[in-house]
């Protein structure tokens, strides 16, 4: 099973931005990010799949997101920009090696450890 780490969370003002990244131990067919905000569900954020490089966004974050990808370190990067309060939660970064990008948790079995991402007014 493929081990996930994130790096790049920690506070930024509103209107800011930040990048996340998510380094895979091995190789992945499909990367994507989630996140949860406290006493909500887990929500899915955007993926990539890791071949060509095609990436697709929730509505909440189109528009305001970019992921680029390093195949050569099996590392993925997920830009967001104009942060809102609404940004604030733990982001998550999910992989599988299955044949499939999906926006459901389920779709993955691989998970990183959550990075913590403030927003500030």
């Known amino acids: 099973q493929v081990q996930l780490v994130e790096s790049g969370g920690g506070s930024v003002q509103g209107g800011g931005s930040l990048t996340l990244s998510c380094r895979a131990s091995?190789?992945?067919?499909?990367m994507a990010w989630f996140r949860q905000a406290p006493g909500k569900e887990r929500e899915w954020v955007s993926y990539?799949?890791?071949?060509?490089?095609?990436?697709f966004y929730a509505d909440s974050v189109k528009g305001r997101s970019t992921v680029s990808r390093n195949n050569a370190e099996n590392t993925q990067y997920l830009q967001i920009i104009s942060l809102r309060p609404e940004d604030a939660a733990v982001y998550y970064c999910?992989?599988?090696?299955?044949?499939?990008?999906?926006?459901?948790?389920?779709?993955?079995?691989?998970w990183g450890k959550g990075t913590q991402v403030t927003v500030s007014s």
């Open positions: 091995g190789n992945t067919y499909c």
């Open positions: 990539t799949y890791m071949a060509s490089g095609n990436s």
């Open positions: 999910a992989a599988t090696t299955q044949p499939y990008c999906s926006n459901a948790p389920n779709g993955y079995t691989s």
